[in-house]
């Protein structure tokens, strides 16, 4: 069996003594194509079988290289693998600014260039569906944050040879006239640009179209050229000049004097347009309310198109209030984004299966996301895409500090955080979507001045709502759960700064878990009222003391609920006729929980309308005469249950009042 192409180019270097050593399974060696003290030739296998790249990072290519060993490119491949006169004799890899792999460019004997991208699982050929980035994209980023010089070349190897000099380099793929508004838009922040033109005419136009991009963005660069004779910034390193001895570039370089090319600003965009305010001033403008993550009275919590946020100690139930609101959006025939940083697709799944809902919903409007990188362009593009593909009326993100972390930011600081909020908030919120961030909440010795931990940035992103969980009893596996939710922050005006908007109760039941966000209380005895409404539906008119005897509770508790009732208008006080005297009572209505927010919010908003507040109502008794004899039975126990169902009319839920046979009942409330 002959040698593979490894084998034979490493012996060849040995033979030339230019001692290649091995490191795993690459090799280092002296180039054989210049004057080389110092290994600069990096060997290593290929993508395909018993190929071999080749790199010198002094700038020489692959043909003079083969050619100082006696060989050609095309003894780089074994021939049984060659299926066409192109041999591939290295590639250069294009990550986004994190690192994450984009696209690769591969450089091919005879000299041609093919794109492969990244699929998520392996390179597929073909230029990716995605906005172009810049070669070097992290060191990019890392330049722009120290305020060091950024090269932009013409071609990878030219970023290679700047590379070795200690400088960081970029350049975009596809070579001249290929660059792109995104390229500019990945310098935005850069203070020290300098372009090197290739000396050429396409070179020079090249390096005019990027200067005159860049100065759209408020970014002047430096444009420099090779010295004569030299065609681009490896051929002037390689014939003994120093980056001093580069050129100041002026039109009249050109070997044909080219304008500038015209740029659209509407193309670039600067993002400083004015917003045009016509709709808000002319007279159909509606300030924006919460309609994401509904109470009992039909209340909602979360704004669409907004930045919200729940945050609170761990344990306090944060999550199942999220998966409550998702619940609630599937049920209603939408479509919702849960990015999990910490739990796994099964928990998540089951929790939302236990909150009631169907599995082939889940299946089909439940779109779960656990990210195994930190946020990058094709993640953008994919989510983007989701979002809008599925018109999803709710995106999670639990939580925001482990995603935060996934991409390296500091959550304490400022620019860092202000910076992720836009670039994955703001932009996901802009969407369509209601943008629900979990997070833990800061230490602090006043409780109702706490918010979410880290940097101040994040509650000035909040563009919507943002609400602190506070817990009276922590929920877990047979404990009932009662917390409470207070508003931290509402840039809508919907709800007060520092007031209780809701009361929650997460049970778990025999048929699933139940997560109940009730408006606040404001000190009624709703369970007692409801008892013994439903017992007067049940039995008839009957006394105070047949009450207090069948209705389970304290008697003073009782009378009380029962005045709250009459005082209400839900029932009606009767003078008895016969022996004894005293009063009945009749139901005017059945009361339920629901209708009463929604009546003491009205008066809240419309007192001057409606007249005085209902809770302060004097007590009336009516003058209309029932029967002697009451039916008196024994120890009450409810068979029905008044329940507010969401009841699903053109995709959003509405809260409609109904008396039905107990049964197991949506576990959404």
């Known amino acids: 069996m002959g040698a593979t192409p490894m084998q034979t180019v490493i012996g060849r270097l040995e033979q030339a003594g230019k001692q290649p050593k091995q490191r795993g399974d690459k090799y280092e060696a002296r180039c054989p194509a210049h004057e080389d003290n110092n290994p600069s030739l990096s060997i290593s296998p290929g993508s395909e079988p018993d190929q071999v790249l080749m790199h010198c990072h002094a700038g020489c290519t692959v043909e003079d290289i083969t050619a100082a060993i006696g060989l050609e490119p095309k003894d780089l491949y074994a021939a049984k693998t060659r299926r066409s006169e192109l041999v591939e004799l290295e590639h250069y890899t294009y990550t986004d600014q994190h690192g994450n792999p984009v696209m690769r460019v591969h450089r091919f004997h005879p000299k041609t260039f093919r794109q492969s991208h990244w699929n998520g699982t392996s390179w597929q050929w073909g230029a990716a569906n995605t906005p172009p980035t810049l070669y070097r994209a992290p060191k990019v980023a890392e330049a722009i944050e120290t305020g060091d010089t950024i090269y932009i070349v013409e071609g990878e190897r030219d970023v290679h040879t700047l590379e070795q000099l200690g400088h960081t380099a970029t350049t975009n793929a596809g070579g001249a006239g290929k660059w792109r508004e995104p390229h500019t838009q990945q310098l935005h922040g850069a203070t020290n640009v300098t372009i090197i033109a290739d000396n050429d005419t396409p070179g020079h136009k090249h390096a005019e179209s990027i200067a005159a991009q860049l100065n759209w963005v408020g970014i002047t660069p430096h444009v420099m050229l090779p010295a004569p004779g030299c065609k681009d910034i490896s051929e002037h390193i390689a014939a003994g000049h120093a980056l001093s001895e580069l050129q100041d570039y002026t039109a009249t370089d050109t070997e044909t004097p080219v304008e500038a090319p015209e740029i659209d600003a509407d193309d670039i965009g600067h993002g400083w347009e004015p917003t045009d305010l016509t709709e808000i001033l002319n007279g159909t403008y509606e300030p924006p309310v919460p309609t994401i993550g509904l109470r009992t009275d039909g209340a909602g919590l979360f704004y669409a198109g907004r930045i919200n946020a729940?945050?609170?100690?761990?344990?306090?139930?944060?999550?199942?209030?999220?998966?409550?609101?998702?619940?609630?959006?599937?049920?209603?025939?939408?479509?919702?984004?849960?990015?999990?940083?910490?739990?796994?697709?099964?928990?998540?799944?089951?929790?939302?299966?236990?909150?009631?809902?169907?599995?082939?919903?889940?299946?089909?409007?439940?779109?779960?996301?656990?990210?195994?990188?930190?946020?990058?362009?094709?993640?953008?593009?994919?989510?983007?895409?989701?979002?809008?593909?599925?018109?999803?009326?709710?995106?999670?993100?639990?939580?925001?500090?482990?995603?935060?972390?996934?991409?390296?930011?500091?959550?304490?600081?400022?620019?860092?955080?202000?910076?992720?909020?836009?670039?994955?908030?703001?932009?996901?919120?802009?969407?369509?979507?209601?943008?629900?961030?979990?997070?833990?909440?800061?230490?602090?010795?006043?409780?109702?001045?706490?918010?979410?931990?880290?940097?101040?940035?994040?509650?000035?992103?909040?563009?919507?709502?943002?609400?602190?969980?506070?817990?009276?009893?922590?929920?877990?596996?047979?404990?009932?759960?009662?917390?409470?939710?207070?508003?931290?922050?509402?840039?809508?005006?919907?709800?007060?700064?520092?007031?209780?908007?809701?009361?929650?109760?997460?049970?778990?039941?025999?048929?699933?878990?139940?997560?109940?966000?009730?408006?606040?209380?404001?000190?009624?005895?709703?369970?007692?009222?409801?008892?013994?409404?439903?017992?007067?539906?049940?039995?008839?008119?009957?006394?105070?003391?047949?009450?207090?005897?069948?209705?389970?509770?304290?008697?003073?508790?009782?009378?009380?609920?029962?005045?709250?009732?009459?005082?209400?208008?839900?029932?009606?006080?009767?003078?008895?006729?016969?022996?004894?005297?005293?009063?009945?009572?009749?139901?005017?209505?059945?009361?339920?929980?629901?209708?009463?927010?929604?009546?003491?919010?009205?008066?809240?908003?419309?007192?001057?309308?409606?007249?005085?507040?209902?809770?302060?109502?004097?007590?009336?008794?009516?003058?209309?005469?029932?029967?002697?004899?009451?039916?008196?039975?024994?120890?009450?126990?409810?068979?029905?249950?008044?329940?507010s169902l969401l009841v699903v009319e053109g995709g959003r839920g509405q809260n409609t009042q109904t008396t039905t046979p107990t049964q197991p009942r949506p576990h959404i409330i």
Not at 479 to 504: E, P, W
Not at 528 to 535: D, F, K, P, V, W
């Open 310 to 643: 729940l945050f609170g100690e761990s344990g306090s139930g944060k999550s199942w209030l999220a998966m409550a609101a998702c619940a609630q959006e599937i049920m209603a025939g939408n479509h919702v984004i849960y990015i999990d940083h910490e739990d796994h697709a099964t928990s998540v799944t089951q929790r939302i299966l236990k909150l009631g809902c169907a599995r082939h919903l889940v299946l089909e409007q439940l779109h779960y996301i656990r990210p195994q990188r930190g946020w990058n362009q094709l993640a953008k593009i994919d989510v983007s895409a989701l979002i809008v593909e599925t018109a999803a009326t709710l995106v999670v993100c639990d939580s925001t500090g482990e995603g935060m972390s996934l991409d390296t930011i500091d959550p304490n600081s400022d620019d860092q955080v202000a910076r992720w909020m836009r670039d994955f908030g703001r932009h996901l919120a802009d969407l369509g979507p209601a943008l629900l961030l979990l997070d833990h909440m800061a230490k602090s010795s006043e409780s109702n001045k706490a918010f979410m931990i880290g940097s101040q940035r994040k509650k000035a992103a909040i563009d919507g709502a943002a609400y602190r969980v506070d817990v009276g009893i922590a929920p877990s596996k047979g404990i009932d759960g009662a917390l409470n939710l207070v508003t931290a922050k509402d840039r809508g005006g919907y709800y007060q700064h520092g007031a209780k908007v809701a009361d929650i109760t997460i049970s778990d039941t025999d048929t699933g878990i139940d997560v109940i966000i009730k408006p606040p209380s404001n000190g009624l005895p709703t369970v007692l009222m409801g008892r013994i409404s439903e017992y007067i539906a049940t039995i008839g008119p009957c006394s105070t003391n047949s009450i207090q005897q069948h209705v389970e509770g304290n008697s003073k508790s009782l009378r009380n609920a029962l005045q709250k009732l009459v005082d209400l208008g839900y029932v009606a006080r009767n003078v008895k006729t016969g022996v004894g005297g005293g009063f009945v009572h009749t139901n005017i209505k059945p009361f339920n929980e629901c209708d009463l927010f929604a009546t003491t919010a009205a008066a809240a908003t419309t007192a001057s309308e409606v007249g005085p507040d209902p809770l302060n109502a004097t007590a009336t008794t009516a003058t209309n005469r029932v029967p002697d004899e009451v039916v008196e039975p024994s120890k009450f126990t409810s068979t029905t249950s008044t329940t």
